[in-house]
């Protein structure tokens, strides 16, 4: 079945620190790849995406490379702000055992971004 | 962008009762609205998804008995738990697609904490 592996946080930087969320896959066949965000009391919010293999989704500053080799879609942020303090999902979409496509999540990394 | 809000966004209830969580997509129509569990510390577990006007598909393990959900307009969804028992307490979350395709991008609701006495 499709599974998603994420780094355990929770994950404290100073503010303009490089961030790195690892994160890996199991799927069949060709998933699409997502990180949302959650921050607090909100609901998640899809933050970027990339749909193929080699893609770089990239959106506020973050980006993603679809690596399908190492099967890895990790997170980066050159300098994290107090304001991207959230907690990061790391998600698939791909077909389910019922035949239909579905997303999977990662169990979530806590990121706090200290002033 | 579009949003989907929860009701209630907190509830304790008396194991043995009933909780019903609603799910609505305040500006757009939701053809195709999901319904996600969520423990401390673990990834969404997808527990069903529901079509407007037709029957929930729910995933192996999740008894349809126990988790009721209606799909009876394009804007609401809700969750019914019935007979509700301290293991049910968990954070709910629902999600709602615009149209049918697959590749069209979900959007979530904040979730809903169930506290089951």
């Known amino acids: 079945g499709n599974s998603v592996t994420q780094m355990e946080g929770p994950v404290t930087l100073s503010e303009e620190a490089f961030l790195t969320i690892n994160c890996t896959y199991t799927?069949?066949?060709?998933?699409?790849l997502f990180w949302y965000v959650q921050y607090p009391g909100e609901g998640l919010q899809l933050l970027l995406k990339?749909?193929?293999?080699?893609d770089k989704g990239s959106n506020k500053g973050f980006e993603a490379t679809y690596r399908k080799e190492t099967t890895s879609f990790h997170l980066e942020k050159g300098s994290v702000q107090v304001s991207d303090s959230a907690v990061y999902f790391c998600?698939?979409?791909?077909?389910?055992?019922?035949?239909?496509?579905?997303?999977?999540f990662g169990k979530g990394t806590k990121l706090s971004v200290i002033p | 962008g579009a949003v989907v809000s929860q009701h209630p966004s907190r509830v304790i209830c008396k194991s043995g009762t009933s909780v019903k969580i609603e799910c609505r997509s305040l500006?757009?129509?939701?053809?195709?609205m999901f319904w996600y569990r969520q423990f401390p510390k673990q990834s969404l577990m997808l527990m069903a998804t529901?079509?407007?006007?037709?029957?929930?598909?729910?995933e192996q393990g999740v008894e349809k008995d126990k988790f009721l959900i209606n799909h009876a307009s394009l804007t609401l969804s809700t969750l019914t738990v019935t007979s509700a028992h301290p293991e049910d307490s968990s954070f709910y979350i629902c999600?709602?697609?615009?149209?049918?395709?697959?590749?069209?991008?979900?959007?979530f609701g904040p979730g809903t904490r169930l506290t089951v006495l």
């Open positions: 999600s709602a697609r615009e149209v049918p395709s697959d590749y069209n991008e979900q959007f």
């Open positions: 799927a069949t066949g060709y998933p699409s």
């Open positions: 990339a749909t193929k293999a080699d």
């Open positions: 998600a698939l979409r791909g077909i389910s055992g019922a035949g239909s496509y579905q997303l999977t």
């Open positions: 500006d757009f129509q939701a053809t195709t």
């Open positions: 529901s079509n407007e006007g037709s029957k929930a598909t729910y």
